[in-house]
Antibody, heavy 122, light 110 residues
Framework: QITLKESGPTLVKPTQTLTLTCSFSGFSLTTTGVGVGWIRQPPGKAPEWLALIYWDDDKRYSPSLNTRLTITKDASKNQVVLTMTNMDPLDTATYYC??????????????WGQGTLVTVSS | QSVLTQPPSASGTPGQRVTISCSGSSSNIGSNSVNWYQQIPGTAPKLLIYTNDQRPSGVPDRFSGSRSGTSASLAISGLQSEDEADYYCAAWDDSLDDVVFGGGTKLTVL
């Protein structure tokens, strides 16, 4: 069964860089049609997609946050890492990683981690 | 301001049928499939409907989805108290090169 779990700091200061790790099991990031994405959700607001990395190492970023984001994978460790630079209090949110299916059935996030709340404050 | 537009709230009594709309444009819903997510407060979103009208294993057939033109709908029949949650539509947007979500609809079971 597919599971994902986010880890990283719960509190970061403004201007700092956030590094989050997604550790997963039940699938391989070397399998065609598989990806892992990051989505965040500010308190009381809708989810916002951040980044996506595919099995072939293709990477996609939210255009509005593109300059601040980097996503990488270590398929051998079953991990995906997201870094976000120049953190601001407006970046306070729950950050989720999710398994992405991309194939003949469509493209969607079908398995999500439990999320990790990141607060940006001095 | 979300790219996909949903009503902020919806409600119904147990047993009723409710529908939630999701309005987009030619660059998202008009040219790409729509997915729906259910989020119970304090938990992660859960995939409810994928590719417009497909249900993942384990999702009751009380939930159904449809897409027409640049709009999509989620219908819930035989409403139950455990359906009380936030519902989000999502789709890829070709112009933005972005996964876009709706603003969400809070469903209340009266």
């Amino acid at each position: 069964q597919i599971t994902l779990k986010e880890s990283g700091p719960t509190l970061v200061k403004p201007t700092q860089t956030l590094t989050l790790t997604c550790s997963f099991s039940g699938f391989s990031l070397t399998t065609t049609g598989v990806g892992v994405g990051w989505i965040r959700q500010p308190p009381g607001k809708a989810p916002e997609w951040l980044a996506l990395i595919y099995w072939d190492d293709d990477k996609r970023y939210s255009p509005s946050l593109n300059t601040r984001l980097t996503i990488t994978k270590d398929a051998s460790k079953n991990q995906v890492v997201l870094t976000m630079t120049n953190m601001d209090p407006l970046d306070t949110a729950t950050y989720y990683c999710a398994h992405y299916y991309y194939g003949y059935r469509g493209r969607f996030f079908d398995y999500w981690g439990q999320g990790t709340l990141v607060t940006v404050s001095s | 301001q979300s790219v996909l537009t949903q009503p902020p709230s919806a409600s119904g009594t147990p047993g009723q049928r409710v529908t939630i709309s999701c309005s987009g444009s030619s660059s998202n819903i008009g040219s790409n499939s729509v997915n729906w997510y259910q989020q119970i407060p304090g938990t992660a979103p859960k995939l409810l409907i994928y590719t417009n009208d497909q249900r993942p294993s384990g999702v009751p057939d009380r939930f159904s989805g449809s897409r027409s033109g640049t709009s999509a709908s989620l219908a819930i029949s035989g409403l139950q108290s455990e359906d009380e949650a936030d519902y989000y539509c999502a789709a890829w947007d070709d112009s933005l090169d972005d996964v876009v979500f709706g603003g969400g609809t809070k469903l209340t079971v009266l």
